[in-house]
Protein backbone atom coordinates (compact mmCIF):
# COMPACT_ATOMS: atom_id res chain seq x y z
CA UNK A 1 0.00 0.00 0.00
CA UNK A 2 1.05 3.53 -0.16
CA UNK A 3 2.93 5.58 2.27
CA UNK A 4 4.47 8.29 2.81
CA UNK A 5 6.94 8.56 6.28
CA UNK A 6 8.08 11.58 7.64
CA UNK A 7 10.75 12.40 9.77
CA UNK A 8 13.17 14.99 11.19
CA UNK A 9 10.04 17.60 13.23
CA UNK A 10 11.00 18.93 16.09
CA UNK A 11 11.76 22.35 18.33
CA UNK A 12 13.92 25.12 17.44
CA UNK A 13 14.73 28.82 18.30
CA UNK A 14 14.38 30.99 16.11
CA UNK A 15 16.86 31.77 13.55
CA UNK A 16 17.86 27.63 13.86
CA UNK A 17 17.70 24.93 11.11
CA UNK A 18 15.64 22.22 10.46
CA UNK A 19 15.89 19.07 7.73
CA UNK A 20 13.12 17.46 7.32
CA UNK A 21 12.62 13.46 5.14
CA UNK A 22 9.95 11.81 3.67
CA UNK A 23 10.36 8.32 1.98
CA UNK A 24 7.65 7.21 -0.12
CA UNK A 25 6.33 3.74 -0.96
CA UNK A 26 3.53 1.55 -3.26
CA UNK A 27 3.53 4.08 -5.89
CA UNK A 28 5.80 5.10 -8.83
CA UNK A 29 7.91 7.49 -7.56
CA UNK A 30 8.80 8.77 -10.51
CA UNK A 31 5.96 9.96 -11.82
CA UNK A 32 4.64 12.02 -8.95
CA UNK A 33 5.62 15.69 -8.44
CA UNK A 34 6.60 15.45 -4.65
CA UNK A 35 5.43 18.45 -2.26
CA UNK A 36 5.38 19.99 1.45
CA UNK A 37 2.46 21.50 3.18
CA UNK A 38 2.01 22.75 6.37
CA UNK A 39 -0.54 23.39 8.39
CA UNK A 40 -0.73 26.15 11.48
CA UNK A 41 -3.72 25.23 14.69
CA UNK A 42 -6.38 26.49 13.13
CA UNK A 43 -5.49 27.42 9.56
CA UNK A 44 -5.94 25.89 6.40
CA UNK A 45 -2.83 23.47 5.14
CA UNK A 46 -0.75 25.33 2.61
CA UNK A 47 1.57 24.75 -0.07
CA UNK A 48 5.19 25.32 0.98
CA UNK A 49 7.45 23.34 -1.53
CA UNK A 50 8.14 20.44 -4.42
CA UNK A 51 10.20 18.99 -6.78
CA UNK A 52 9.39 16.86 -9.68
CA UNK A 53 11.21 14.18 -11.05
CA UNK A 54 13.55 15.95 -13.31
CA UNK A 55 14.35 18.24 -10.37
CA UNK A 56 12.41 21.27 -10.92
CA UNK A 57 11.70 23.09 -7.59
CA UNK A 58 8.83 25.04 -6.43
CA UNK A 59 8.39 27.39 -3.62
CA UNK A 60 5.69 29.06 -1.33
CA UNK A 61 7.00 33.36 -1.30
CA UNK A 62 7.22 33.09 2.49
CA UNK A 63 9.95 30.62 2.22
CA UNK A 64 11.77 31.33 -0.91
CA UNK A 65 15.39 32.23 0.03
CA UNK A 66 15.00 30.37 3.72
CA UNK A 67 13.79 26.20 2.50
CA UNK A 68 15.22 24.02 -0.16
CA UNK A 69 13.54 20.76 -1.35
CA UNK A 70 15.29 18.14 -2.79
CA UNK A 71 14.80 14.72 -3.45
CA UNK A 72 17.15 11.72 -4.10
CA UNK A 73 15.40 9.37 -7.05
CA UNK A 74 17.21 6.26 -5.75
CA UNK A 75 16.03 6.37 -2.51
CA UNK A 76 12.26 7.48 -3.30
CA UNK A 77 13.12 10.22 -0.58
CA UNK A 78 12.13 14.23 -0.45
CA UNK A 79 13.67 15.98 2.07
CA UNK A 80 12.91 19.68 3.89
CA UNK A 81 15.83 21.73 4.41
CA UNK A 82 14.56 24.57 6.17
CA UNK A 83 17.26 27.80 7.46
CA UNK A 84 16.55 31.05 9.50
CA UNK A 85 13.27 29.35 10.59
CA UNK A 86 10.56 31.95 12.43
CA UNK A 87 7.93 31.14 15.16
CA UNK A 88 5.83 31.52 12.30
CA UNK A 89 6.47 28.64 10.50
CA UNK A 90 5.62 26.02 13.41
CA UNK A 91 3.21 23.86 12.15
CA UNK A 92 2.65 20.57 11.38
CA UNK A 93 4.77 19.49 8.00
CA UNK A 94 3.10 17.48 5.32
CA UNK A 95 4.56 15.34 2.41
CA UNK A 96 2.15 14.67 -0.38
CA UNK A 97 2.31 13.36 -3.88
CA UNK A 98 0.58 14.46 -6.99
CA UNK A 99 0.25 12.95 -10.50
CA UNK A 100 -1.07 15.95 -11.89
CA UNK A 101 -0.40 19.81 -12.25
CA UNK A 102 -2.58 21.36 -9.64
CA UNK A 103 -0.51 22.20 -5.99
CA UNK A 104 -4.00 22.65 -4.14
CA UNK A 105 -4.14 20.77 -1.43
CA UNK A 106 -7.08 18.94 -2.70
CA UNK A 107 -5.58 17.58 -5.53
CA UNK A 108 -3.16 16.26 -3.96
CA UNK A 109 -2.93 11.78 -4.64
CA UNK A 110 -1.23 10.95 -1.17
CA UNK A 111 -0.50 12.44 2.18
CA UNK A 112 1.89 11.70 4.73
CA UNK A 113 1.07 11.81 8.60
CA UNK A 114 3.03 14.89 9.12
CA UNK A 115 5.60 16.28 11.57
CA UNK A 116 6.06 18.47 13.77
CA UNK A 117 8.00 21.74 13.60
CA UNK A 118 7.62 24.27 16.54
CA UNK A 119 10.15 27.33 16.10
CA UNK A 120 10.50 29.16 19.83
CA UNK A 121 10.82 33.09 19.75
Known amino acids: QVQLLESGGGLVQAGGSLRLACTAS????????MNWFRQAPGKERLFVAA???????YYADSVKGRFTVSRDNAKNTIYLEMSTLRPEDTAVYYC???????????????WGQGTQVTVSS
Open 51 to 57: TSWSGNT
Open 96 to 110: AASEGSSFAADAMDY
Open 26 to 33: GFTFSNAR
